[in-house]
């Protein structure tokens, strides 16, 4: 216990001295509009998620401040603090405006205090006139942090510095009437916990839990947007178990718990949810360096979705064969239904929509590989069907593999490397990432002396099909093969 308690009390130390290392390395620009703010007679202050960063010894892209100015005031100093330059006003109704000076980019919010309908989606806005006031109201203590400007006097009356360094998410307020207030805390405490790799304090989580079904009244986008920062965060797998742990993916992601019981195939996990959340870890592991240039560079949105969601199908596929034996038929084509729907209903893009569910449905294909190897028509098949989701399908395919059973996962690995040495070998050959026709539909319509329609399509799919069976056939042939089926369709009266 003495050996935990000293630890924190080192990990708090640090935090102090690197923050205050962190505030005194402010831009210049920053420092003097602290200074022009303390002229006109109105405290201004750097809050929230940047001053966390300091803290943890990371830089924030993000400043924003807080002030007693109203927002004309605020407008007033912006323009001379960045000449006249451009600003934006876009949040003015909630007290908030934004400037930019070489490159330094600034948001001023006028202190607020909010209340909330129980019923409303949204807060009805009040400008507060305190500090103290304005943190009282976000979301975690941890958040709840200002330094003054120009003074660098660090403001702290929930204790965050010490949560901080206990890594720890608990609500400046009682967590029932925090969460009462905007329920989306609840799912941004999950958040938090993928991106800082928190722990949420037990009454907070109690709280979280038993208010769990308010999530219910806020809108998709931002449920959205918060699922999306999840998944895009560190430990995402960590922040998933949160939100089934305490029933929020019930009512935002309900095919995530629904998962939870279902064992598949192999009978060698705990259970799908697992499978699934093993599959997610592995597809991150599997990831480009950011900033690399490589294929999939992470973090990737489509491929972690894809991997997390590939197997959602399984619930409703699930069947009991005779001998015992649990079979979970046509789960991927099931499964690319039941993702778009429930991305849909988030209000995803419909890119993201369309590429995701493509992963799922074709998630399973490599496996006919693996058992049976495949002629090289097969080969071009599967790249042609990925498409541009090609380097995505490879590491899901990969990530797929489970299995406890170290023999059966070299037997797999291997397989799928010398698929992919197959690919490569048939790209060098027939540039297979482009696969086309030999003939173009101008060409077809001259040799058959045909005008644009149906006819010149089917003749297009037939000489596709050619391609994909025996690779290139070149122009000579396939004018032959174009003809003799035309002759032929001629002969049947088509």
């Known amino acids: 216990m003495r050996e935990a308690d000293d630890e924190a009390a080192r990990r708090l130390d640090l935090a102090r001295r690197r923050a205050a290392t962190m505030f005194a390395a402010l831009p210049a620009e920053v ?109 975690f203590t941890v958040n709840a942090m200002a330094v003054r400007l120009p003074s660098l006097e660090l403001v702290d009356p929930f204790d965050g510095l010490t ?22 805390r609840m799912m941004r405490a999950a958040r938090f916990v993928s991106q800082l790799g928190f722990a949420i304090e037990p009454a907070t989580a109690a709280a979280a839990a038993a208010l769990a079904e308010r999530i219910a009244i806020v809108s998709s986008e931002r449920v959205r947007d918060e699922l999306v920062k999840l998944l895009l965060g560190d430990h995402p797998r960590a922040g998933l178990v949160q939100l089934v742990d305490l029933g929020l993916a019930d009512h935002v992601l309900p095919e995530l718990p629904a998962m939870r019981l279902e064992i598949d195939e192999h009978h060698r996990h705990k259970d799908v949810y697992e499978h699934s959340l093993t599959v997610l870890e592995q597809a991150i592991d599997l990831e480009s360096p950011a900033g690399s240039g490589g294929p999939v560079e992470g973090p990737d949105l489509v491929l972690r979705l894809a991997a997390l969601l590939h197997d959602i199908g399984k619930p409703a596929t699930r069947r009991f064969e005779p001998g015992g034996v649990v079979t979970f038929r ?60 090609l380097e995505r399908l490879h590491r899901l395919t990969r990530a797929d593999v489970t299995t406890r059973n170290r023999r059966k996962a070299r037997a797999l690995a291997a397989a799928y490397d010398d698929l992919e040495a197959r690919i490569a070998e048939l790209a060098e050959a027939e540039e297979i990432g482009r696969i086309r026709p030999d003939l173009d539909g101008n060409e077809i319509m001259a040799l058959l002396d045909i005008p644009p329609g149906r006819e010149v399509g089917e003749a297009y799919r037939h000489l596709l099909e050619l391609r994909m069976e025996h690779g290139p056939l070149g122009p000579e042939r396939a004018e032959q093969e174009l003809r003799a089926w035309w002759e032929a369709r001629r002969a049947d009266g088509v």
């Open 31 to 139: 420092h003097e509009l602290g200074e022009m703010f303390e002229a006109a007679g109105h405290e201004l202050a750097l809050v929230g998620g940047p001053v966390r960063d300091a803290v943890l010894g990371r830089s924030s892209a993000d400043l924003d401040f807080t002030t007693s100015a109203r927002p004309e005031q605020t407008e007033e100093i912006l323009r001379r603090w960045n000449d006249g330059g451009a600003l934006w006003d876009m949040g003015r109704e909630f007290g908030t405006l934004g400037a930019t000076r070489s490159g330094v980019k600034v948001e001023v919010t006028t202190y607020r205090t909010e209340s909330y309908d129980p019923a409303s989606r949204k807060p009805e806005v009040a400008f507060g006139d305190t500090l103290a006031g304005d943190l009282s109201r976000r979301d």
């Open 163 to 184: 949560d901080l360094a206990r890594r720890l998410l608990r609500t400046p307020v009682a967590p029932e009437q925090s969460f009462s207030d905007d329920p989306l």
């Open 330 to 389: 046509f789960h991927e084509t099931v499964g690319a239904k039941m993702a778009a729907k429930r991305l849909r209903a988030l209000t995803f893009d419909k890119d993201t929509i369309k590429q995701v569910a493509r992963l799922i449905e074709l998630h399973l294909r490599f496996h006919g590989y693996a058992d049976t190897g495949w002629t090289d028509s097969a080969v071009r098949r599967y790249v042609t069907d990925a498409g541009p989701l």
